[in-house]
């Protein structure tokens, strides 16, 4: 059996998957069941320094669904914990004293002032918490308070912070970084300048999900008028996958401990955040829509691929894909795929067709009694036709071999670049020598 027990900048747990800090941990009786259920550990929600915030009595959620009313994407206006910090703390030492195995991780949130960390940080520290996440990221409500993003937005307040913490406290130090700026490489730089143990990423994304087109008043609405809100759930998984694996591969943060965020529902989907880097993965809007027992799928799935692929612990996957992430000038150009229908499976709804025919390259042609043909003189390899096909692995794409025709270059495909990586051509490996 995989080994799933992770050692994240010394923070022990049982298997690297973490609630997010969020509602689902923001007091002793969600996190007490989620660790029953199985959940290797916690970020506890934000705390703030007292007095507590006030939040919305309307609606805090939006939501994107999908055909089938599967949430896609999930929209917040919520603030930090509305709870007493005392409160908090109390409940926060009893289940670290309840649960040692687990990982108590304690989020926080104070004015940009070292008087402020000072004054929580040892609070934080007698409750036998394992680390702090600093939290950088929400993108309302605090951040018009000059907390959350509007820190996270600007690398030197990161650095700033992030040192007061690293000189205040024992604890590690996690700098949770926003989505919310142009380039992630640089407030992730900024962090570990600053002497951050990690980074965990990504908080969620400003957005405004619907308007309601009776009233105007965008969604969720208070009273006729809303706000934006934070963004996340599967929809966000790809930009999380990608700021991820910038951090992993940029020569200033590489080795940096990740711990990855953003929509991860499946085992498969924690897989990937692994093998682009994260030691460890935080999970929310997953919870949130199907209740703390996914923690059995999400454990049982991952160690049964582990066996599979002979993974033996989550080292041996960690950052595996981060090599195999590259910038565009270095991509084969010489790896030709065509398009290919497998006629027995094919429907003949014709999307194929109309995708190629209206916005692409009038590769497929339509014959008699609804057959659908790829030209193969014509066909670009942009694979539009298998991302509209509703049947899966109806359309697929086929490698050329070295030496085969092209039939829309009219060359063939270059046996000495068959195999590009190590190819002196390829300015990635000539860099390596
Ligand atoms: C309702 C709600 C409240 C949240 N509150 C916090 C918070 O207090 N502190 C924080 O760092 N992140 C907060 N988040 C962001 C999550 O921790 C997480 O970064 C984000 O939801 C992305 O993960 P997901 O796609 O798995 O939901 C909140 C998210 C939601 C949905």
Redesign the pocket.
């Known amino acids: 059996m995989a080994d799933l027990s992770t050692d994240f900048v010394g923070i022990k747990s049982p298997n690297p998957f973490w609630l997010?800090?969020?509602?689902p941990t923001d007091k002793e009786y969600n996190v007490r069941r989620a660790f029953e259920a199985g959940w290797g550990g916690v970020?506890w929600?934000?705390l703030g320094l007292d007095p507590h915030v006030v939040n919305v009595n309307g609606p805090?959620?939006g939501v994107i669904h999908g055909a089938d009313r599967r949430v896609l994407g999930?929209n917040?206006i919520?603030?930090?914990?509305d709870r007493p910090l005392e409160t908090n703390l109390r409940e926060i030492k009893t289940i670290k004293r309840d649960f040692p195995d687990r990982a108590m991780i304690v989020?926080l949130?104070v004015p940009c002032e070292e008087w402020a960390w000072k004054e929580i940080l040892p609070k934080v520290e007698e409750t036998g918490a394992d680390a702090i996440?600093l939290?950088f990221?929400?993108p309302h409500g605090m951040s018009e308070r000059g907390m959350g993003s509007a820190v996270g937005q600007v690398p030197d307040y990161i650095e700033m912070v992030t040192r007061w913490c690293k000189q205040n406290t024992r604890m590690p130090v996690l700098v949770?970084l926003t989505p919310n700026i142009t380039d992630i490489r640089y407030p992730a730089r900024a962090a570990h300048r600053g002497g951050a143990d990690a980074v965990s990423l990504?908080?969620?994304i400003s957005s405004i999900t619907s308007v309601n087109l009776d009233t105007f008043s965008p969604e969720p609405s208070i009273d006729g008028k809303g706000s934006h809100g934070?963004y996340?759930?599967?929809a966000?998984?790809p930009i999380?996958l990608n700021m991820v694996a910038e951090i992993a591969r940029d020569p200033e943060t590489r080795g940096l401990p990740i711990s990855g965020?953003?929509?991860?529902t499946t085992w498969r989907d924690a897989a990937e955040f692994m093998a682009l880097g994260s030691g460890s993965v935080?999970?929310?809007?997953?919870a949130?829509t199907y209740g703390f027992g996914i923690i059995k799928e999400l454990t049982a799935g991952l160690s049964r691929w582990m066996d599979e692929q002979g993974h033996e612990r989550l080292s041996d996957v960690v950052g595996r894909a981060v090599p195999n992430v590259t910038d565009w000038q270095y991509l084969n150009l010489n790896y030709v795929t065509k398009a290919q229908i497998d006629q027995d499976l094919c429907i003949k709804c014709g999307r194929c067709y109309a995708a190629c025919e209206d916005t692409s390259h009038q590769a497929i042609a339509i014959k008699e009694g609804r057959v659908f043909e790829v030209i193969d003189a014509e066909c670009v390899a942009c694979n539009l036709c298998v991302d509209v096909c509703p049947v899966e692995d109806c359309i697929t794409m086929r490698v050329l071999e070295p030496g085969e025709l092209d039939e829309r270059t009219g060359r063939k495909v270059a046996a000495e670049y068959a195999n590009w990586t190590t190819h002196p051509n390829n300015p990635s490996s000539q860099a390596a020598e």
């Open positions: 997010a800090s969020a509602p970020v929600k934000t805090r959620y999930l917040n919520e603030l930090i914990t989020s949130m996440e939290n990221g929400c949770k990504i908080n969620t934070g996340c759930g599967p966000v998984k999380a965020i953003g929509g991860i935080q999970v929310c809007t997953a949130m």
